[in-house]
Each structure stands twice: as C-alpha cells, then as structure tokens.
C-alpha cells in the first residue's frame, strides 16, 4: 500500500498541530467509521503508559469505540513516550486538543496535568503497587506532577492558582513547623479540584486502600472502584510458563537467577543520594563473586532512570558488569517476566521489590528507605520486614542464607489486590458503565505476556576458572568467575579463560583457554577446526582453543591431537566451561581416549552435568 508507513516517522499530533482524523473540527468528513465512542488514554510518562497498555485490550475487537492517546506534557521524563505510542499505532492528539475533544472515557494512571480539564469522565488507575509515598504538596516549594506548564484556556484555574490563591495568607496562623507530606495519589492535594474529585471512577486493588482513602480525603471516596491489579493478574497468568522465562534470561540447569532491580530516585538502590552508594561496588562483586555457573544475573531498572539518564548512559554505567555476564531486562517489555523466572531479588522500597515478595520470592533489601513511604502503607510494612543485604559481607553467603531461610510475608500476598484474576472483568464492567454502552458478550481478557527474547550468557571479560579434579567419584569440580578482582578462595588449580572479542586484547596472550561463540558455517571466522587451529598458531601460550557453536556444544582442539567435539543438554553446562573443565581434567594427567570413552562428570555447586567428547 503507497503511502503507508508503519512503526516510523513522527506521531500523529506529537509536533504539537491538532490532527484532523478521526477527530478534529471537519473529522465527520473523513472519518470512517464517525459514530464510535472515544476513550482516551492519557499518558504522563513511560511508566503510565505501560501500566494503560495493560487494559487496552479491553477494548479489543469493539467496533463501537474509537481509541485515542495524549500526553500531558507534564512529566519530568518524557523521553521515550512517543517511541511507545508510535508502538500502539493510536492516533496521539496534542495535549491542547485533547482538554477541546469531547471524548466518553478518559483512562489514566498518573495524576500529572490539568485532569479536571479534560471534558469526559476520567477514570484513575495506580502505576504501581497502590498507592504508598508521600508528596510534597503544591504550596510547599516543591514543584508537582502539573507545575511548570501553562493550563490552556479552558476557564479552569490551574491547581497551582486555587493553592495560592484561595486563601489569604494570614500573619496570626502559622503553618505547622514539621508538616507530614500528603500520600500521594490518596490525598485532596492531588484528588480534588475546589473541593470536587477529579476523577469519576479511582480504581484501587485492595480494601486497605480504599481505608486509606476514607481517612485522608473522604471527599473522594464514593468515586472508588475496587477492581483488582491488571498488571499482578498477568504475572500470575503466567506463573506455570516459569521456566521458559528461565531459559529465555539463559538460566541453565543448577543456577539461580538473582534479579537486582531499582526504582528511581535519589534514595535508591541505583541512586546516589541514600547514606551509602551501594551499587558502585555491588555490581562488580554481583557477576565477580557469584560462581557464574551457579548463578545468573541480571538487572531490572524503573524506565525513569532509563529515560531520565538516557539508554546509551544506563549501558555506559553498566558496561563492565554486562560483559561479565549481567542481562539487561527490556524495562517496559520483560520485567514482570524476569520476576516471575527470578530466584531472588535484590531491590529497594519500588513496586517491582513488592510484586516480587507477593510472588513468594526472597527479597533482599539493598536499599530501604522509609522517609517517603506513608507509615501505614504496606510498601512501608514490607520494607520494615524484609531483611537488608550487608555490603560487606559475601554476597553467596547472603543469598544462601535469605533462599534457605526464607518465609514469604503475609502482607504482600495478600495485600496487592482482593480480586486475583478477576481485573480484567471488573475494569471492563466499570470502564463500560462509564461509557453508558454495554459490555461486549465475549469474556474480558487481558494480553498475554510476551516471550522474551533469548540472551544466552557471552561474558567477553576474562574468566578465572577454579577447579579440583577427584577420583571417587571421578569428578571435575568447576567454579567460573567473571574479571575477580582478587584471586578466589578454594583448593585446587586455577586458569584463565578469555573471549577472543576482549575489550582488552593483551589478556589474549594470558590466556590457558580461548573462546569464541558462532555459527559453525560462519565465513568469517572459517569452520570451528579451521578457527580453533588459526587462534593457537596466534597465541601460543594458550593451551587450548573452543568454539562454542551452541547452546550445548562446542568444537575444543589442544596443542596436539584432532579437534573435538564437546556435548551436553541445551540447558546444563555452560560448554565454554566444558572447555575449561576439558582442560582441567588434562592438566591434572587425565587422557583424551579416557574423556572419550568415558565422558567427563563436571560438578557446578550442587549439580553435576554430562558432557560426552568425541572426535
């Protein structure tokens, strides 16, 4: 189809003209279908916007509504919104137009602009677990969501305007010296317009919020909907595909994934403004203690530190970790899959920490401040409750310790929502209702979560390998580190294996095992025996030379003999450490016709993986 270009250019409205299809002042005229009701989504940030896409399936398959997007313009992060709406392919009015368009239903999860403008019911969704931090509110010196933008002229004063203007200051009364911060999102500050709720529906997940509610802005209570957690329902849809998700972050069999994850802001785990800046020596040790076969890691950042710092920064900072083995979750994309395949957690006071101790998986708290949570939230319970890591002591220990002895809190179970399983139908009861049409006959449904990508482990950082060969039974005990930065404990020998894409090429010549990843057919680096032979004639200190051609087997040659062929199952033994254990099992005086007829028994941990050698 000419003319036709799908997932590029600019969003519609996103240069700030009013688009004219399939609203606008002469839409009747070039619209197709013109008698649709309009719902639209309003985004503040990337962050809202996930948690909007979560319902939008809701409205799936309904020729009778007529789906639209804005942004506010009112977030401090708005990089990457209109990436993501180009991604949903709804037509995106300006802010402006959006406060002239009439529109049915307004959908929202943040609280960010001039909502009270909007002329339309507004429904109000969280974009995390409830609400639980304070806020400082508009009149304190501290700017909010809707500060620093001029309220169009709709004839509504500006929630800035009513807090400064509506009531004189006085000399006699003095503000309380030591003000506790509103809750944000549960407070009149930001859920009345002169004294009138902003919102016509406010969705909350549980009782205990609505009890909150109740005792700190009463006014808004009849508005409140209970009506499950979209996004914990998808989660829990997809706790029986667990181990896909595993396999998908290349978690092999033995190994536990720890997942660190972070919220935004100064206080923390990635931020620097807590009492101790953890992180700088937290992610080294992360993929430098751990045993790389034993554990897998990886991270899961709150996309305002994506957006707010840049993409390019975030992989900037976390570059040595990432070549030492650390996986980058897609912030938006894979998170929640990533929880749900995680072992255990490393976070701090964000939902995601919470979403994970409500899964039933041990949570370690590297960062817990409690200042900006409301005391009576559960978010604040949880993080009272949950035990801290200690940045000084081993981190193995820690996370032994916190799997073995761990006993999942009641408070997160049972507290992220009332209505298990059941959102997708009461949202969709309440967002019809709103609307004055009735619901679709079908079932309501909400999306599946897709199937991440595969990210099999490649560290390009040297590799220290300690290993001890035994004889009852005849086994090679393996422990792989990524760029130690001090030799590890353990009896034994110890080598060095290093991949041939190194960012520091002179540890090549260090190296007893040389590694590289592809296909066997690849022309540019030849056949894997014509490759394995080119690197040791180039270095000749190394000793042996393995071409890993996938995720179970790889092509290994020595300095004397025919090259061979090391196997496994996909997901057991890593086989760049069935090289090294290989290379151990030789050098400990072992034969090649013994490790052919036989096979090798390498032990990882607790696990012990089969690897057959042939010729």
């Not at 009270?116 to 019911?121: A, S, V």
Request: aromatic letters at 4%; one cysteine or more.
């Amino acid at each position: 189809m000419a003319g036709v270009e799908l997932g590029g250019g600019a969003v519609n409205g996103s240069d700030g003209r009013h688009i004219r299809v399939p609203v606008g002042d002469d839409a009747a005229r070039w619209a197709t279908r013109g008698r649709c009701r309009r719902v639209l989504f309003v985004v503040h940030n990337v962050t809202s916007a996930t948690r909007l896409l979560d319902v939008l399936p809701l409205f799936h398959d309904d020729l009778r509504i007529q789906l639209l997007a804005t942004c506010t313009g009112s977030s401090a992060f708005e990089d990457g919104v209109e990436a993501l709406l180009a991604e949903t392919g709804l037509p995106v009015l300006p802010w402006e137009q959006a406060l002239e368009t009439k529109v049915d239903l307004a959908i929202t999860a943040s609280l960010g602009g001039q909502l009270h403008c909007i002329p339309g019911k507004l429904a109000l969704l969280s974009h995390g677990v409830g609400y639980n931090k304070t806020l400082a509110t508009p009149d304190t010196g501290h700017r909010t969501p809707d500060t620093g933008h001029r309220t169009p002229d709709t004839g509504h004063p500006s929630p800035e305007a009513t807090a400064s203007t509506s009531a004189p200051a006085s000399n006699h009364v003095r503000p309380p010296e030591n003000p506790t911060p509103p809750v944000f999102g549960l407070s009149p500050e930001w859920l009345l317009h002169e004294g009138i709720p902003i919102a016509d529906a406010m969705v909350l997940s549980h009782p205990e919020q609505v009890d909150r509610l109740r005792a700190a802005c009463p006014e808004a209570v009849p508005t409140a909907e209970l009506a499950g957690d979209p996004c914990f329902d998808r989660m829990l849809a997809e706790r029986p595909y667990r181990e896909r998700f595993r396999k998908a972050l290349g978690v092999r069999r033995g190994q536990r994934l720890v997942l660190l994850n972070s919220t935004w802001n100064p206080e923390s785990l990635f931020g620097d403004g807590g009492g101790d800046d953890v992180l700088p020596s937290l992610l080294p040790r992360l993929t430098a203690e751990l045993p790389s076969d034993e554990y897998r890691v990886a991270a899961v950042l709150h996309p305002n530190i994506w957006h707010g710092h840049g993409p390019g920064q975030v992989r900037a900072w976390l570059d040595r970790a990432q070549r030492g083995g650390l996986v980058l979750v897609d912030p938006l994309h894979d998170w929640r899959q990533a929880l749900l395949a995680a072992d255990a957690v490393i976070g701090d006071q964000g939902s995601v920490s919470y979403y994970a101790a409500a899964l039933g998986t041990p949570v370690l708290l590297g960062a817990a401040p409690v200042d900006g949570l409301d005391p009576q939230s559960p978010v604040a319970e949880f993080v009272r409750q949950a035990p801290p890591l200690d940045p000084h002591l081993p981190l193995a220990t820690q996370l032994d310790d916190l799997m073995a002895k761990h006993h999942p809190l009641p408070g997160p179970a049972t507290l992220t929502t009332s209505s298990p399983g059941r959102s997708a139908a009461l949202l969709r009861t309440l967002f019809y209702r709103l609307i004055n049409i009735p619901e679709p006959p079908r079932p309501a449904l909400l999306e599946r979560l897709r199937m991440p990508p595969l990210q099999l482990p490649s560290p390009t950082v040297p590799l220290r390998i300690l290993t001890r060969v035994t004889t009852d039974p005849p086994e090679i005990h393996l422990a792989r580190y990524a760029d130690p930065g001090y030799e590890p404990d353990g009896e034994g020998h110890a080598h060095t294996a290093v991949h041939e894409d190194t960012r520091d090429p002179d540890q090549l010549a260090l190296a007893d095992v040389l590694l590289r990843q592809g296909a066997p057919d690849d022309l540019r680096f030849g056949p894997p025996e014509q490759w394995t032979s080119e690197v040791l004639a180039r270095h000749p200190h190394s000793a042996l030379a393995a071409y890993i051609t996938a995720p179970g087997a790889c092509t290994v040659r020595t300095r004397s003999g025919p090259p061979l062929r090391l196997a496994g199952a996909p997901t057991g033994l890593d086989p760049a450490a069935a090289a090294s254990a290989l290379h151990a099992w030789l050098t400990a005086g072992g034969t090649l016709e013994q490790a052919i007829e036989e096979g090798l028994a390498v032990r990882t941990g607790h696990t012990v993986h089969r690897v057959t050698v042939t010729k």
